[in-house]
T-cell receptor
């Protein structure tokens, strides 16, 4: 089983739609969680951290379910500019040398 | 936010030559930097973890004699691809972990990447 698993997609949705991604992780002791966004041929950029209480940033909502070991990202009122690959990232430990683990990414394409 | 730079952004070289890629944290100190490689339509693959003042830790399957990593200061790590071959052509990305005064480690900041093409 992969340490971090994501549905690779692609998700192809119309502009204005709501889309949700899920990600599961295998290490129950994992400490922190993130969603990154990666545009084609670019580096990943932090979209948002994911907190146990859930957090929202504009049209984006992230949630963490420790009991079921999954995190989710919800995008409301999607825009064309939201088209990208969304990477689920898990940090298994507190140490500065602990290696974050990337999911393989979910491709999202927003159509006009 | 924290900024990480990478140089060069793109390099094309002949097979057999060596290529050095620099990764700098511009406005913070990074005790740990990471080097990734990404092939087209694939996720990032961690190559090695670089700690300032000590030897890098390489992931399984990554040849340490081929991918030389030096982390000479808290703001600079370099990756040298020695005797590059066409199969080494890839997108190389570094990242730096910001260790805040609070002692917490959190976000990892990525450089813009270096696209290496070996002819």
């Amino acid at each position: 089983r992969k340490e971090v698993e994501q549905d690779p997609g692609p998700f192809n949705v119309p502009e204005g739609a709501t889309v949700a991604f899920n990600c599961t992780y295998s290490n129950s002791a994992s400490q922190s969680f993130f969603w990154y966004r990666q545009d084609c041929r670019k580096e990943p950029k932090l979209l948002m951290s994911v907190y146990s209480s859930g957090n929202e940033d504009g049209r984006f909502t992230a949630q963490l379910n420790r009991a079921s070991q999954y995190i989710s990202l919800l995008i409301r009122d999607s825009k064309l500019s939201d088209s990208a690959t969304y990477l689920c990232v898990v940090n298994p430990g507190y140490s500065s040398a602990s290696k974050i683990i990337f999911g393989s990414g979910t491709r999202l394409s927003i159509r006009p | 936010g924290a900024v990480v730079s990478q140089h060069p952004s793109r390099v094309i070289c002949k097979s057999g030559t060596s290529v050095k890629i620099e990764c700098r944290s511009l406005d913070f100190q990074a005790t740990t930097m990471f080097w990734y490689r990404q092939f087209p339509k694939q996720s990032l693959m961690l190559m090695a973890t670089s700690n300032e003042g000590s030897k890098a830790t390489y992931e399984q399957g990554v040849e340490k004699d081929k991918f030389l990593i030096n982390h000479a200061s808290l703001t600079l790590s370099t990756l040298t691809v020695t005797s590059a071959h066409p199969e080494d052509s890839s997108f190389y990305i570094c990242s730096a972990r910001a260790l805040w005064a609070s002692g917490s480690t959190d976000t990892q900041y990525f450089g813009p990447g270096t696209r290496l093409t070996v002819l």
